[in-house]
């Protein structure tokens, strides 16, 4: 195994893990539930500039499942778990801030809408190809700590990387011209909040995991359109 790649066990099982908030358990249902929601809203996309919005759920599902899979890999201390944590760090910290701020400027009208959008844009890339490099270049792991998963990236300008990649996540989804898609932008910041407040130390697993049930609001942005155009 690359030395890049080094994966530590520290493995401490919880009392009932399968029934806490934050489990495999909880990834799952979660993964199973966005799947099925993101299969419907993908559905109702009308325009290919519409599909990377509507992917939006999708993708989150398959972040949980992947979390789903770590939990069970760490409370059995099997090998796989170096793998998914590479797989849930590179779709959390790489995927994320560059798809989101696209596909919100992919649904705004052509013109201004969209252009405003383009520091957020900006912002993603430049924050996921750091977080790829980090990604690549230091060991990274994960461990069961107070019953959830704690992800170990070490990385340098950890304040900087933050603010990028709240500005991808965050800021463009409230400058939408989309009223559910700014509501989207709003939970994202009022969950980001909550985790760090209550959840700091495992703020990475945490915020994703209330990130993806926000993102049931994906598809209130296409089923109300839906409901206006019939009107």
């Excluded at 919880?14 to 929601?37: D, E, K, Q, V, Y």
């Excluded at 383009?118 to 996921?128: E, K, N």
């Excluded at 933050?162 to 939408?176: E, Q, V």
């Excluded at 009223?179 to 994703?208: H, N």
Aim: hydrophobic share 55%.
């Amino acid at each position: 195994m690359p030395a890049m790649f080094q994966l530590r066990h520290e493995i401490d099982r919880p009392m009932g893990a399968s029934a806490i908030c934050f489990s495999a358990t909880a990834s799952f249902t979660a993964g199973a539930a966005l799947l099925a929601i993101g299969a419907v809203t993908v559905r109702r996309a009308a325009t290919s500039t519409e599909l990377p919005f509507a992917l939006i759920p999708v993708i989150f599902g398959v972040q949980q499942l992947v979390e789903g899979g770590l939990w069970l890999g760490l409370l059995a201390g099997g090998a796989t778990t170096h793998g998914l944590t590479v797989a849930y760090l590179l779709i959390a910290n790489v995927i994320w801030p560059i798809f989101v701020p696209i596909a919100v400027a992919l649904i705004e009208p052509f013109g201004s809408p969209r252009w405003k959008i383009l520091l957020p844009v900006i912002a993603g890339v430049a924050t996921g190809l750091f977080y790829l490099i980090a990604l690549v270049s230091h060991p990274v792991w994960a461990e069961i700590m107070g019953a959830h998963v704690k992800y170990h990236f070490p990385h340098g300008y950890r304040t900087l990387a933050f603010a990028g990649y709240f500005i991808a996540t965050c800021l463009a989804p409230l400058m939408s011209s989309h009223r559910m898609v700014r509501i989207f932008g709003a939970v994202l910041i009022g969950s980001s909040i909550v985790a760090r407040l209550i959840y700091e130390t495992w703020f990475a697993s945490v915020w994703c995991y209330f990130a993806a049930l926000a993102s049931c609001i994906v598809y209130l942005q296409f089923a109300t359109r839906r409901q206006v155009a019939t009107h």
